[in-house]
């Protein structure tokens, strides 16, 4: 019998992953090296072995691990949606402000996940895109629910792309400490699907 991980174990994988993801980041996947990985881990490259097997396995454990989080935030809006039994509106609003306070601390997961999923294998590459899937289908759900005159079968992908449009990308400018904290820019975003989806619904409605 295989004896089971210790937390410390786990810790490890856990730094490892953090220092991966900003190495993927700054360099590239395909640029950064198991060498260098090791180096910026403070570790030799045979002990970042006995926590990987591979370059692509820890790139598949970033990934893995981060399109779960972001299906557990949806979990979680809902969940808080009954709780707090809010309406459709402001559980998509909900939404909102969760995902960006999840990116505020993971942009460079965010950035491996946009860029890097496609030098995975067959099978995991094929995980994490269902994974992304699910993503794209409840956040339409919400938004369908949010805004039920607005989006019809000809638009929902468009219209929820383009919400992932405003907030997926925020990496690339927004910066924690800077002079819009990404709670701001999430009520920024809900002005805009206020002002823009809210008020064509209306019309559509009267």
């Not at 089971?4 to 991966?20: F, G, N, T, Y």
């Not at 927004?174 to 019309?203: C, H, K, N, W």
């Amino acid at each position: 019998m295989a004896r089971p991980k210790s937390s410390q174990h786990e810790l490890k994988r856990d730094e490892i992953l953090d220092v991966a993801a900003q190495c993927f980041a700054d360099r590239s996947y395909p640029a950064a090296s198991m060498n260098e990985l090791a180096a910026a881990c403070g570790t030799s490259k045979a002990r970042l072995y006995h926590y990987y097997e591979s370059k692509e396995a820890i790139l598949f454990d970033l990934l893995d691990r981060y399109t779960q989080r972001l299906l557990a935030i949806i979990g979680q809006a809902e969940a808080t949606a009954q709780r707090r039994s809010l309406d459709d509106r402001d559980a998509m609003h909900e939404l909102i402000r969760s995902f960006l306070s999840e990116y505020e601390t993971s942009a460079t997961r965010h950035v491996a996940l946009l860029h890097d999923t496609k030098f995975l294998g067959p099978a995991q590459r094929e995980l994490i895109l269902e994974r992304q899937r699910d993503v794209v289908s409840a956040v339409t759900r919400f938004l369908r629910r949010a805004y039920p005159k607005r989006l019809t079968g000809a638009n929902q992908t468009a219209v929820t792309m383009m919400l992932f449009g405003m907030i997926n990308w925020t990496f690339t400018w927004l910066r924690p400490g800077g002079p819009m904290s990404y709670a701001a820019f999430a009520d920024e975003v809900i002005t805009m699907l206020e002002r823009g989806l809210s008020a064509q619904d209306s019309t559509i409605r009267n």
